[in-house]
């Protein structure tokens, strides 16, 4: 089974941390959980937060994607059996060139590909940095909420790859409904019928070793 199928048949493996009931809570990207960044002047913010989903559904969205998974679901394979590789690309948007700015460090990255890996480690999916590229845009920095221009325009920019790939915009602000977020993602149903919309948006401050703890361990 190619890496698309699988995931698309396995709704709960990439697109989300909030994933099922709300969609359960998206199982953003990094597996099972969302990592989320503010920079330093967000951490009273921070303090406040719950690891609540990103996104509210209603009951006939929530009961489409469950007709969704219902559909494509297969049987389950154990780790002997297969292997799938997903390709990251990873892209952090920031307010300027520096670390305080949200220019998140390579090292970063790495250990957030590394908590991915470990996490998974007993699946058969495994995690690969394809590529990381860096965007110094102060409106997508603090504005890519959901459903907003700004994340429309990111991501319409920014995203690379295909289907079976996880795309992940590390930003410095999200809100929604005048609460603070700890990121967001869309999930493998929607990918048809937008494929540019397919992706992770997350606080940069949540991968491992970054200023939003304790949210900062990159799940």
């Known amino acids: 089974m190619p890496p698309e199928a699988f995931l698309r048949a396995r709704p709960w ?14 199982v953003f990207l ?13 951490l009273r913010e921070v303090a406040a937060l719950s690891r609540a989903c990103g996104s509210q559904f209603s009951e006939e969205t929530v009961a489409a994607m469950e007709k969704h998974f219902q559909e494509n679901k297969v049987e389950t394979v154990s780790k002997a059996d297969a292997t799938f590789n997903i390709k990251v690309y990873f892209h952090v948007i920031s307010l300027n060139s520096t670390a305080a700015g949200g ?9 957030q590909i590394g ?3 470990h996490d998974y480690a007993s699946t058969g ?11 110094v845009n102060a409106d997508w920095y603090n504005h890519a909420d959901p459903d907003s221009t700004q994340q429309t325009q990111m991501k319409a920019a920014l995203r690379k790859g295909g289907a079976g790939d996880l795309n992940v915009y590390a930003t410095g602000r999200i809100t929604a409904d005048d609460q603070s977020l700890l990121g967001y993602s869309t999930f ?3 990918y ?3 494929p540019k919309d397919d992706g992770v948006v997350i606080l940069g401050a949540s991968l ?5 703890a304790p949210y900062n361990l990159g799940r």
């Open 192 to 194: 048809a019928g937008n």
């Open 13 to 26: 493996l990439v697109h989300m941390r909030t994933t099922g009931a709300c969609m359960m809570r998206r």
């Open 208 to 212: 491992p070793g970054g200023s939003a």
């Open 115 to 117: 908590v991915l890996n």
């Open 103 to 111: 220019n998140i460090p390579d090292s970063q990255i790495a250990d």
């Open 125 to 135: 999916v495994t995690w690969t940095l394809a590529a990381t590229d860096r965007t």
């Open 188 to 190: 493998p149903v929607d």
């Open 30 to 42: 990094f597996a099972a959980r969302t990592s989320i960044n503010f920079g330093k002047d967000r």
